[in-house]
């Protein structure tokens, strides 16, 4: 695997200015020919899809081939132990204040006095699972050509968004049809065929049936539902491609354009996994993180 340029020395240190590093260097390795990037931003995406955005663009940055990462104090709680030596993957974690309400309201009843505010951002660092030894953890449930049980509940969440299901051979050559309101599924496909058609479809369905769709090209709006397809496929262990190395040319060096493509593709993702399967408490990561922070008073 090639590897993947550095930031320049200066270090982000908000949330935007993250992202706009991540975004411009991802723009100048698709443009250099290195395409094999933008599938590891994608495939960060299906592994850390309760990360923000940003953070999961750094995690994919520093180290590709990262699968479960986790704070120091979490992974000791764990029963695991960051090896000696091990350098941490930086991302911005909250800082959590206290602020003391000094309204009426909250003078009669002593649960509202306080509320829990986003002060602003700290560096933090994570570890991935191969930095660390110690307890075996649970295998993650894998799946690997079959999507299992995740078709069903795909098909129950399209549902329950008041979005029609059928299957109409009619629609050949393609596969799958979004009409906005009703999805057409061609039958006969293999199991991870409809269940990536069923994903691109509903991504369609989330994205493109409403403003957002007359401020896109079709070139675009299909590029996305086919990357979500690719994070939600991986992400319940389908095997699936590359991404296209020609993704940029539909930006021409855009960098906004291309931020906000990938923070969409990222969001629509997280809401469909989250349909198939809730997160498991460790893995819900940067509360993990924000539980490790002390919290400032306002």
């Not at 081939?65 to 911005?92: D, E, H, M, S």
């Not at 991504?203 to 049936?209: F, I, P, W, Y």
């Amino acid at each position: 695997m090639k590897t993947i340029a550095t930031i320049d020395s200066k270090k982000p240190n908000t949330k935007q200015e993250l992202i706009a590093a991540n975004i411009k260097l991802l723009i100048e390795q698709l443009e250099a020919g290195h395409s094999e990037n933008l599938t590891n931003y994608l495939t960060a995406m299906s592994r850390f899809h309760n990360y923000s955005f940003g953070n999961v663009l750094e995690i994919a940055r520093q180290m590709p081939t990262a699968t479960r990462v986790a704070g120091f104090w979490t992974w000791k709680n764990l029963g695991r132990n960051v090896k000696a030596g091990q350098k941490g993957i930086r991302i911005l974690a909250p800082i959590v204040g206290v602020r003391r309400k000094k309204d009426e309201e909250a003078q009669k009843d002593i649960t509202k006095q306080n509320e829990r505010v986003l002060l602003g951002f700290r560096n933090a660092y994570v570890f991935d699972v191969s930095q660390t030894e110690g307890v075996d953890l649970p295998e993650m449930r894998e799946i690997s050509g079959d999507p299992g049980e995740n078709l069903e509940r795909l098909a129950a969440f399209v549902k329950g968004k008041g979005i029609q299901l059928a299957y109409n051979p009619s629609i050949a050559p393609a596969l799958g049809m979004s009409y906005g309101g009703r999805i057409a599924i061609l039958p006969g496909q293999s199991k991870a065929e409809e269940f990536s058609t069923l994903v691109h479809e509903t991504a369609h369905e989330l994205l493109h049936k409403a403003e957002r769709r007359t401020a896109t090209t079709k070139t675009v709006r299909e590029t996305e539902a086919e990357a979500v397809a690719f994070v939600v496929a991986k992400a319940v262990g389908l095997v699936t491609g590359s991404a296209s190395a020609d993704y940029i040319q539909l930006y021409h060096g855009n960098a906004s354009l291309l931020a906000e493509s990938l923070e969409v593709i990222q969001q629509t993702a997280a809401v469909i996994l989250a349909a198939l399967e809730p997160p498991l408490a460790d893995e819900d990561d940067e509360p993990a993180i924000d539980a490790e922070l002390a919290e400032v008073a306002a």
